[in-house]
């Protein structure tokens, strides 16, 4: 019952984007920026709406690389459809609620999300452009919806090493880019190698961004339990960005 609750929720991609939203909160706590929910709204049901239509458009490749999630969509495209039309809704009326100066910044984000299909076919570009788009999303949304914003460097360095090190976990999963010239566990240690960074960086950042720590530390720790199964990957790996950053909104909130 509870594997296929995981499921659903990791497949539809409900648990990435509400790992989004968190990271959002997380971001906006270390910049001193009050999280609203707008910025959080934005971040959710845009991820939902990006990752579902890269789902749905390229079904036929992604069974080689996840046949259980595309089983999935193919069983639920009905659903899926509906909820990403629902998801682009609500996306476009949080545009509205948050202003125009964060709307323009997700404009490339959305270009790269619908272009992800063909974009993802280079190689080594593929994890960069994600980290850049996903820090797009959690750190400069809510830095230009601020009136101030502060540590964003530190907050985007710590973030970005955390959420590189997961496209590159996402990777090693699907054996795509890197892995079919390396090999996967050397891969494997360079993303373990960026979470780790990501802690680095944390215990020298200013007090107000330390609890980003727990985003690295959790990484790494899906990282060195690594399983090459597609479950491990969208529901661990993928959730370790999610607890983390619930963990360092609890730990900057108490």
């Known amino acids: 019952m509870l594997l296929s609750i995981l499921d659903a929720v990791a497949f539809s991609s409900i648990w990435v984007a509400a790992a ?9 706590l270390a910049m001193g920026v ?9 971040a959710v049901s845009g991820t939902l709406f990006v990752y579902n239509v890269d789902r749905l458009r390229d079904l036929d490749r992604d069974r080689a690389t996840t046949p259980e999630r595309s089983a999935f969509v193919e069983r639920n495209r009905g659903i899926l459809v ?12 949080f545009a509205f609620s948050v202003g125009p100066g964060p709307t323009l910044l997700l404009l490339p984000v959305l270009a790269a999300g619908l272009a992800h299909r063909r974009l993802k076919r280079m190689p080594f570009a593929k994890s960069a452009y994600i980290t850049a788009a996903w820090l797009l999303v959690v750190v400069g949304v809510p830095a230009v919806a601020a009136p101030v914003a502060a ?11 955390a959420i590189f090190a997961n496209a590159i976990a996402s990777n090693v999963r699907d ?31 200013p007090p107000a961004v330390r609890p980003l720590i727990a985003v690295s530390l959790a990484t790494l720790a899906a990282l060195v339990a690594f399983r090459a199964g597609e479950r491990y990957g969208l529901i661990a790996v993928d959730g370790a960005l999610l ?9 900057r909130v108490a």
Request: net charge positive.
């Open 20 to 28: 989004a939203g968190a990271l959002c909160a997380s971001a906006s």
């Open 34 to 42: 009050t999280p609203t929910f707008s910025v959080a709204g934005i």
């Open 82 to 93: 509906a909820l990403t039309v629902a998801a682009g809704l609500v996306s476009l009326a």
């Open 151 to 161: 540590n964003v460097a530190w907050t985007a360095g710590i973030l970005g090493s």
């Open 175 to 205: 054996a795509e880019a890197a892995v079919v010239r390396f090999g996967r566990g050397p891969v494997l240690n360079a993303a373990r190698v960026f979470a780790a960074l990501g802690m680095l960086l944390g215990a020298a950042a």
């Open 243 to 251: 607890v983390g950053a619930l963990l360092a909104v609890g730990w």
